[in-house]
Every structure is written in structure tokens, then in C-alpha cells.
T-cell receptor, first 116, second 114 residues
Framework: GAVVSQHPSWVICKSGTSVKIECRSLDFQATTMFWYRQFPKQSLMLMATSNEGSKATYEQGVEKDKFLINHASLTLSTLTVTSAHPEDSSFYIC????????????FGDGTRLSIL | AQSVTQLGSHVSVSEGALVLLRCNYSSSVPPYLFWYVQYPNQGLQLLLKYTTGATLVKGINGFEAEFKKSETSFHLTKPSAHMSDAAEYFCAVSDSYNTDKLIFGTGTRLQVFP
């Protein structure tokens, strides 16, 4: 149980394009989802927290106009990297939390984004 | 503010040997502590967690960790390493008032030699 699916797993695109990454909770409802960024050989950094039906809360230093987050349903959150540039290349991981605060987060398999 | 320090970015052990991955935390409030494992090009899988109660926590795949408040540590151990344990391991902390905010350590890559 508690499976989180992330799509696509790998994307390569040209500089200036926008890329959408989907995060789905397959067998539970996730009122809260999280988006992380991981640079090579480094740890995960929380980018934003999204709650279903409301605006995402971004961490300090994360551009909300650059990284658009939508959490339109209890099983789907999307991260759109707008006008992507090479410095946006990274491994993006989502997680979802079932139920109330205090429950562990369940992570997707990540999306490797490469901007040429 | 909370922080996590994982001593040793790389740990190598022989198959069958003891695995010890170190994690020290800093928190001004009672912490919740987690260990996650990450295989290449995959997300994170929860190994075990400590919230309250018993300080020795058992997780999946034979791993366990002990919360030592006096040492601010939460080291991960496994009595006998298996080749399939080779992966990146992350220690994380959140506080009991905002359990959604996970602060991760920089990770320890475990290599297991035959």
C-alpha cells in the first residue's frame, strides 16, 4: 500500500520550454504533497508543500513563478518548471502524506530533468 | 532550527559484516527521526522512524536504529550486510509540532563487497 507514482521518470528538453511533472497517490488520498529537488550526490531540499485545493507553500529561495504547483485533487499534484534553463536540471522527487500530519511521507521514484 | 549530520559520506563493508551508519541531529523541540533508503534513480523508501516511546526502533530489511537523546544520535545498524543493501541512506528529522517539514542529512552511500 501507499504507492506514489511520478511521471515522467526522465525528460530531456530544450532551454526555454516548460515541463510538467505529475505526482499521483495510487491507493490513498493525499491531502498534502511535497516537492523536493535533489542535486547530484546531495540531499533532498524541500521546494514546496501543496495542499489539495489551496495554494502551495514555497520554501525560502524557491521561485513560485518558476516552479508552478497545482494540487487539484486528492490524488494528483503537478509541478511545472516554466521556461526551463540548464540550471534547472536536477532530480525532482514528490512525496505524499496520507491522512493527518504525523503520518510518514511516501515518495515517488523521481523525475530526472535535463535541460539542453 | 533543526539540522542533521551524517558522518561519513561513504561506508564500505563486506557481505555479512555489521553495518553502522551514523546520524546526529540538532533540534530545540522533541524530534521525530527517520531513516530512508534510496536506490539509483529512485525515490526514497522509509526504513524506520522514531516518534515517541521505545527508543530502539526496528525497521524493514533487518535494520534498526536507537534514539539516544543524551547523545543526540539516531544511528542505523544491521547485524549482517547483504549485497542488496548497497544504496544511499538518508537520515531525516522533523519536529513533533510540524512533522511535515523533513530536514535531510547529506546521505551516506553504503557499498557492500562480496
Amino acid at each position: 500500500g501507499a504507492v506514489v507514482s511520478q511521471h515522467p521518470s526522465w525528460v530531456i528538453c530544450k532551454s526555454g520550454t516548460s515541463v510538467k511533472i505529475e505526482c499521483r497517490s495510487l491507493d490513498f488520498q493525499a491531502t498534502t504533497m511535497f516537492w523536493y529537488r535533489q542535486f547530484p550526490k546531495q540531499s533532498l531540499m524541500l521546494m514546496a508543500t501543496s495542499n489539495e485545493g489551496s495554494k502551495a507553500t514555497y520554501e525560502q529561495g524557491v521561485e513560485k513563478d518558476k516552479f508552478l504547483i497545482n494540487h487539484a485533487s486528492l490524488t494528483l499534484s503537478t509541478l511545472t518548471v516554466t521556461s526551463a534553463h540548464p540550471e534547472d536540471s536536477s532530480f525532482y522527487i514528490c512525496s505524499a502524506r496520507p491522512g493527518r500530519s504525523g503520518q510518514p511521507q511516501h515518495f515517488g521514484d523521481g523525475t530526472r530533468l535535463s535541460i539542453l | 532550527a533543526q539540522s542533521v549530520t551524517q558522518l561519513g559520506s561513504h561506508v564500505s563493508v563486506s557481505e555479512g559484516a555489521l553495518v553502522l551508519l551514523r546520524c546526529n541531529y540538532s533540534s530545540s523541540v522533541p524530534p521525530y527521526l527517520f531513516w530512508y533508503v534510496q536506490y539509483p534513480n529512485q525515490g526514497l523508501q522509509l526504513l524506520l522512524k522514531y516518534t515517541t516511546g521505545a527508543t530502539l526502533v526496528k525497521g524493514i530489511n533487518g535494520f534498526e536504529a536507537e534514539f539516544k537523546k543524551s547523545e543526540t544520535s539516531f544511528h542505523l545498524t544491521k547485524p549482517s550486510a547483504h549485497m542488496s543493501d548497497a544504496a544511499e541512506y538518508f537520515c531525516a528529522v522533523s519536529d513533533s509540532y510540524n512533522t511535515d517539514k523533513l530536514i535531510f542529512g547529506t546521505g551516506t552511500r553504503l557499498q557492500v563487497f562480496p
